[in-house]
């Protein structure tokens, strides 16, 4: 079936322009993640919904970061006026159920290809 | 603040047994450990997780210590297409039970 879609691929960007980034999750999926992920390191954790709900956003480096999801399907990472410490993969991870205690599939997180942002 | 620590890099032959080992020395009683990989160029899979009991599926097996401060993953029969970056992580207990990532092992399989 579908997997997590993300768009676009690759984004470059000049210094202080806006950039909206697109993740399509898994279709059904009530949670949705969105990571940072620097060269060779690992994924750095932004922010977590829950349907259409905002529930943690301490990952968020500054208020240029901004996410949505309104339908509680399709999310938005926006980023103003961006800055070269932003240049990353951006990745985004639905799962079928809220995160649990009891760790199952249902609350497994699957991960879109990325999008990876070169601001110059 | 990764909970886990991993060797950087590992050769395997191809069609042999791949054990990634992983430490996790500070794990708490409820954190379940988590294994990724992550192809070049493409987002993290799912391999695996457990609590403190091994577990096996069809891409591998997971053996975590008694003590639960180490884990191994072991891919069976490696083939050149499990060549990635394996990240073993652990699910802190926070609102969202986030995962916290290390640097991860660069595993490459040699024909």
């Known amino acids: 079936g579908a997997g997590v879609s993300q768009s676009p691929r690759y984004k470059v960007a000049k210094r202080g322009q806006d950039v909206a980034l697109r993740c399509d999750p898994i279709?059904?999926?009530?949670?949705l993640f969105w990571y940072q992920q620097a060269l060779g390191q690992g994924p750095e954790f932004l922010t977590y919904?829950?349907?259409?709900?905002?529930?943690?956003k301490s990952g968020l480096p500054s208020d240029r970061f901004f996410a949505e999801r309104p339908e509680g399907s399709v999310s938005t990472l926006k980023i103003q006026r961006t800055q070269q410490e932003d240049s990353a993969v951006y990745l985004c991870?639905?799962?079928?159920?809220?995160?649990?205690?009891?760790?199952?599939?249902?609350?497994?997180?699957?991960f879109g290809p990325g999008t990876r942002l070169t601001v110059l | 603040d990764a909970k886990t620590t991993q060797p950087p890099s590992m050769d395997c032959a191809e069609g042999r047994a791949a054990n990634l080992p992983c430490n996790h020395s500070?794990?708490?009683?409820?954190?379940?450990v988590y294994w990724y990989r992550q192809i070049h160029s493409q987002g993290p899979q799912y391999i695996i997780h457990?609590?403190?009991?091994?577990e096996t599926n069809e891409m591998a097996s997971l053996i975590i210590t008694e003590d639960r401060k180490s884990s191994t993953l072991i891919l069976p029969h490696a083939t050149l297409r499990d060549t990635a970056v394996y990240y073993c992580?652990?699910?802190?207990?926070?609102?969202?039970?986030?995962?916290?990532w290390g640097a991860g092992t660069k595993l490459i399989i040699k024909p």
């Open positions: 991870a639905s799962s079928l159920e809220p995160p649990a205690g009891l760790a199952d599939l249902t609350d497994t997180q699957y």
């Open positions: 279709s059904g999926h009530v949670s």
């Open positions: 919904f829950q349907n259409e709900a905002q529930l943690d």
């Open positions: 500070t794990i708490s009683g409820n954190e379940y």
């Open positions: 457990g609590l403190k009991n091994n």
């Open positions: 992580i652990v699910r802190v207990v926070r609102s969202n039970y986030q995962l916290i």
